[in-house]
């Protein structure tokens, strides 16, 4: 017994000793490849049918033994799935490391996995009854690219057919236990309105104000939040695939760290109370954590691509290709682009493929504001963005400098560039950085702050600088306040409290150190400086525009509106009548339509309007005189003729318009097509993008 023990042991090792031999590539090899001289003893994956998935059935055993498992080909119909649990997890490093044991018919075959899978494995196996799970790693032979891309495309119907999705951390460490029992418990206080991004107590009158004061990190001991930390430090928060894993869990889904477990929902809870409350002291990067989880977990409703895309930009992913297959499944399928995981094509060729696709299916130019210029170009032309980098800013949200408009645009295949039709509103004159920093330090902004602002005096004159205050400080947030929502939104800070802390900057001696107190009377504009400042600059155009742009911004740069375009955009003259793409902007007095219309009438104000019916703010008017709120735009004239507008038969959506003589219908106003704004004397140009 004790011989045949020892021999077992010494199998496994000379098998791991050639796995250990090798790393891991990024695109996946077979441990076949891996274990040379061994075939075997190897598992040889056989071909999935069109409809088929393979789902893991793991043999019951106590902790520690050796884990044995069948693999299995069943039917994914989601109108009637098989029962499974899926895993979610992360890869870890990829050297496969450990060895499973698949029973087959013609006997026990060995199948080389990670040290993650392999930990998860253990814990989640049950002592006397079988499980049965699906598991990317080894329910996709990753070998096969084919096979690869067929089964991450069905990977939505995977998770949602899912009888429940186990979201799988990693052992107990750095009291980890302690940490999820006080997630627990701050959920349990708190009920979170996602629509309106507020929370409040879970019942009236049996909570806490503590568990609510959102001046103040949550009531727990020190230990207790090194031990939150820890968690949100975990490298299944960083993992991008996990963004559709958790979120098409129709089912439901369990955090499992150790022998800790949480729901899901109660996980997410917890975590918008965390985003809304100042962090513990002394502990490196928890606000970026406490971010990243939040964005997690914010339930995926109403989603663009370019949303999901910004969103997740800082989840990490070993295939850049990922980047866009990752995450299609968590947009409606007719806003999916037709795209489809293909990975012949490399990282430039999708990303193409999604701006082109978005171009011409969608009539829309919103993901060129995803575009950053940064260095070499490499093979990827300027007007398509570079999803593999992370942006540098953080995305100018609710604009709508082109209202309602569809993008103009062709794109010439061989010459490679993009013609976009918009209008020149204006040419950079003079440019000053804001904040090149990433790290939150309230007297750095402020010192930023009181540099900008001088600069800002001199440049314009004391005259023109005093007489522009409330412009110059809505120009610096990109007019982020609750006075531009319907009802005050409670997540931005309001304009009137912030200019005054702003004033109280501005007029003080720049010579002087602040001391702590005014820094923390001052703290609302110092974050919202931070947030939309950092790695940006502050640029004046020949007309005396004011604007936040991209830091790479420089003088003679051009300031243009694109129809279809949500955003102004900064481009770069290259000669020959061609542009580089430098970034979005913020344009003071031009982010509601004024390049195409004209400024608002008198009292009326463009605001986001929240809808109870559909849980989300939507654009709309505002007459403050009359008390009076529509979705129509004041400016525009009544409809051509042979045209109507009637509601979109889904209460998301917004207005369609249809031409009854050509029997068309679109999402997008006539009266913002090129030919409606030449007949009102809007001069629109057509730019060469390279």
């Known amino acids: 017994m004790v011989g045949n023990h020892i021999g077992r042991k010494r199998g496994i090792g000379n098998l791991l000793h050639h796995i250990k031999s090798l790393r891991r590539r990024p695109t996946p090899i077979s441990a076949t490849q891996r274990v040379e001289g061994l075939s075997s003893s190897i598992y040889t994956y056989l071909p999935l049918d069109a409809e088929d998935i393979r789902i893991l059935t793991v043999a019951p055993g106590p902790f520690g033994s050796n884990i044995y498992i069948r693999l299995s080909h069943v039917k994914l119909d989601v109108n009637d799935p098989p029962s499974y649990e899926a895993l979610s997890y992360t890869w870890g490093s990829y050297d496969l490391s450990n060895v499973i044991f698949v029973d087959k018919d013609d006997g026990r075959k060995a199948l080389a996995v990670t040290e993650n899978l392999y930990s998860a494995l253990q814990h989640l196996r049950n002592i006397t009854s079988s499980r049965t799970l699906w598991v990317d790693a080894t329910c996709i032979n990753q070998s096969d690219e084919e096979e690869r891309s067929q089964q991450v495309a069905r990977m939505a119907d995977i998770y949602k057919s899912a009888a429940k999705v186990l979201i799988w951390i990693g052992p107990a460490a750095d009291n980890s236990a302690l940490a999820i029992k006080a997630l627990e418990t701050l959920a349990s206080k708190i009920h979170v309105d996602w629509g309106r991004n507020t929370t409040s107590a879970a019942s009236e009158g049996d909570v806490e104000s503590e568990w609510l004061d959102h001046s103040e990190p949550p009531p727990f001991e020190y230990q207790t939040s090194i031990s939150i930390g820890r968690i949100l430090d975990r490298s299944w928060f960083s993992r991008l695939w996990v963004w559709q894993e958790v979120s098409l869990a129709h089912n439901g889904a369990i955090v499992i760290c150790g022998d800790s477990t949480m729901s899901w929902q109660e996980f997410g809870k917890a ?8 962090c513990w002291d002394g502990i490196p990067g928890l606000r970026e954590n406490i971010n990243s989880a939040y964005q997690l977990c914010i339930p995926k409703r109403f989603l663009t691509l370019q949303i999901i895309l910004e969103d997740s930009q800082h989840a990490k992913c070993s295939d850049q290709r990922d980047r866009i297959y990752g995450v299609l499944s968590l947009i409606e399928e007719s806003r999916r682009l037709g795209m489809k995981p293909d990975y012949t094509k490399t990282t430039a060729q999708v990303f193409q493929d999604v701006m082109l696709s978005n171009i011409f299916r969608e009539r829309d130019l919103n993901l060129l504001t995803c575009c950053e ?49 918009g209008l020149h509103v204006g040419k950079v004159r003079k440019v000053q950085q804001i904040l090149t920093i990433d790290s939150w330090s309230l007297r750095t902004i402020h010192a930023a702050l009181q540099r900008v602002t001088s600069w800002l005096r001199d440049e314009l004159g004391s005259d023109a600088y005093n007489g522009q205050v409330d412009a110059i400080w809505r120009t610096l947030c990109c ?11 409670q997540v931005h800070p309001q304009f009137q409290e912030t200019l005054d802390q702003f004033r109280s900057i501005i007029l003080t001696d720049p010579t002087e150190k602040p001391d702590d107190s005014f820094l923390n009377y001052c703290h609302l504009i110092l974050g919202q400086l931070y947030n939309y400042g950092r790695n940006r600059s502050i640029i004046i155009t020949g007309q005396g525009q004011l604007s936040i742009a991209p830091q790479a911004s420089r003088t003679g740069d051009c300031v243009v509106v694109f129809l279809g375009c949500r955003s102004p955009m900064i481009l770069r003259p290259t000669g020959n009548s061609e542009y580089l793409v430098v970034g979005e902007a913020y344009v003071y007095g031009l982010m509601t339509g004024e390049a195409f219309l004209g400024p608002l009438p008198s009292n009326w104000q463009f605001v986001h309007r929240y809808k109870e019916n559909t849980g989300r703010y939507w654009k709309a008017f505002i007459d403050r005189g009359r008390n009076k709120c529509q979705r129509e735009d004041p400016r525009l004239r009544p409809l051509p003729e042979g045209w109507v507008e009637h509601e979109h038969p889904e209460q998301h959506l917004r207005a369609l318009y249809r031409d009854m003589e050509q029997d068309y219908t679109t999402r997008y106003d006539p009266r913002m097509l090129p030919s409606a704004l030449r007949a009102r004397n809007v001069e629109l140009t057509e730019f060469k993008l390279v």
């Open 373 to 421: 210029l940064q260095g070499e170009r490499d093979e990827i032309p300027s007007w398509v963005p570079n999803w593999s980098i992370p942006r540098r800013c953080l995305r100018i949200k609710g604009t709508y400098a082109c209202l309602n408009s569809a993008a103009h645009a062709t794109y010439n295949v061989r010459d490679g560039y993009l013609s976009v039709i």
């Open 271 to 278: 975590m918008a109370s965390l985003h809304q409350r100042p």
């Open 479 to 489: 007019n982020k306040f609750s006075d531009l929502y319907e009802p005050l939104s």
